[in-house]
């Protein structure tokens, strides 16, 4: 039997998990759907191409104090980290018909921090201690099989070719409303597991993030932190968006729901976005060189139909995994957190105790395989 381990998820979770297993000397595979690491973690440049100093599109922030083991994992990859900027004013836009509030800013209590580079420079550090050969991108996987005491998995590479991979246990490092809607199982998953996966919300999936990109960061000439809240819309909250190299943008959560999102349309939205901000923080606002827009939701590698309705997934210690395939897949994306669910602190958890169980598993069936005889009946 082959004792590889093959995780299904390129992003935190799954590069944290194949960071364990390499460690620990267990061989595995690593399959990801999209061109790129990272998945829900992308940092871009002012084009939109991902960027080793880029902005955030999906998450940005941190909280080492309260996440010791994410701020464990940046210090151990040599990263660095600074403060969201909150010094400053905060503008509230109650009405439309109303000028923007200005009021005296209050210092974060526990103070959000960035990564420098962007948050996808823990992806980078995390895929660069990893063997090239054992990644696979472009790799989307569509069936999984029980024969014997072998998982099978099939996939589709980028040229449209189907491939199999035998494992002795996958790893899906991928949210599990995903996982229910675009992998096939045979034999079929229980009733309840298949359930409780598709009502568990997908962490990013509902939200929209827009920036506006400028050549400095003016509004704090003019003694505001770019932190903001509207009421009007359409982005709902605002922050300030510079990186540690000084690449001046505010960025907002688009309000608007998804279905709403879809009718207007990118365009519109972005012009609507621009207009908010100059009304907030100015004229200046109103020239950005660049802007960047990502819905989550369009994305079919993160969203599914059922996450147009929001929500955000909570901690359950119930078994994620039931049935005949209990000893045979595991999952361990943000949303199976047993702190910190839909978080990038969630991830690194999931992942950690997920390969760790496994590690021990096979450490145990090792000793089990190469004790004496007689010991092994004692047993």
Do not use: C
């Not at 061989?27 to 759907?33: D, H, Q, R, V």
């Not at 999906?58 to 083991?69: C, D, E, N």
Request: proline share 6%.
């Amino acid at each position: 039997m082959s004792q590889i381990i093959l995780i299904v998820g390129g992003g935190l979770a799954g590069l944290t998990a194949a960071g364990l297993l390499h460690r620990a000397g267990v061989g595995f595979k690593l399959l990801e759907a999209r061109d790129r690491l990272g998945g829900r973690i992308l940092s871009v440049d002012a084009t939109g191409e991902p960027s080793g100093d880029g902005f955030d599109l999906g998450p940005s922030w941190f909280w080492p104090g309260l996440q010791p083991a994410m701020g464990d994992l940046v210090h151990l990859l040599g990263l660095h980290y600074f403060e969201q900027n909150s010094d400053g004013d905060v503008i509230f836009q109650r009405m439309s018909r109303e000028a923007p509030q200005r009021y005296r800013g209050m210092r974060q209590d526990p103070q959000s921090m960035r990564l420098v580079g962007g948050t996808g420079a823990i992806i980078s550090a995390l895929a660069e201690s990893l063997p090239a050969q054992s990644i696979q991108l472009s790799a989307r996987v569509t069936h999984v099989s029980l024969e014997g005491q072998e998982v099978v998995v099939q996939y589709v590479d980028g040229s449209g070719s189907s491939h199999k991979q035998r494992a002795s246990h996958v790893l899906f490092a991928l949210p599990p409303r995903l996982l229910e809607a675009k992998v096939l199982f045979s034999p079929s998953l229980d009733f309840a597991t298949s359930e409780r996966w598709q009502r568990t919300p997908t962490w990013m999936a509902p939200h929209a993030k827009f920036f506006a990109l400028y050549d400095r960061p003016f509004w704090r000439d003019a003694g505001l932190s770019g932190t903001a809240q509207s009421l009007v819309g359409p982005l709902v909250e605002i922050h300030d968006a510079t990186t540690a190299s000084g690449r001046a943008a505010l960025f907002g959560f688009v309000g608007l729901p998804a279905e709403q999102r879809a009718a207007i349309g990118r365009d519109a939205i972005v012009a609507a976005s621009v207009q908010q901000l100059a009304q907030m923080f100015g004229p200046q606002a109103a020239s950005p060189l660049a802007t960047l827009f990502k819905d989550w939701t369009d994305d079919p590698l993160t969203a599914t139909a059922d996450d147009r309705a929001g929500g955000h997934p909570s901690s359950d210690r119930r078994p994620w995994v039931n049935g005949k395939w209990r000893d045979y897949i595991s999952l361990a994306g943000s949303e199976t957190s047993l702190s910190e669910p839909g978080y990038l602190a969630g991830a690194v958890e999931a992942a950690t105790r997920t390969a760790n169980e496994i590690i021990s598993r096979l450490g145990r069936s090792e000793r089990q395989a190469f004790a004496p005889s007689s010991e092994v009946s004692r047993a």
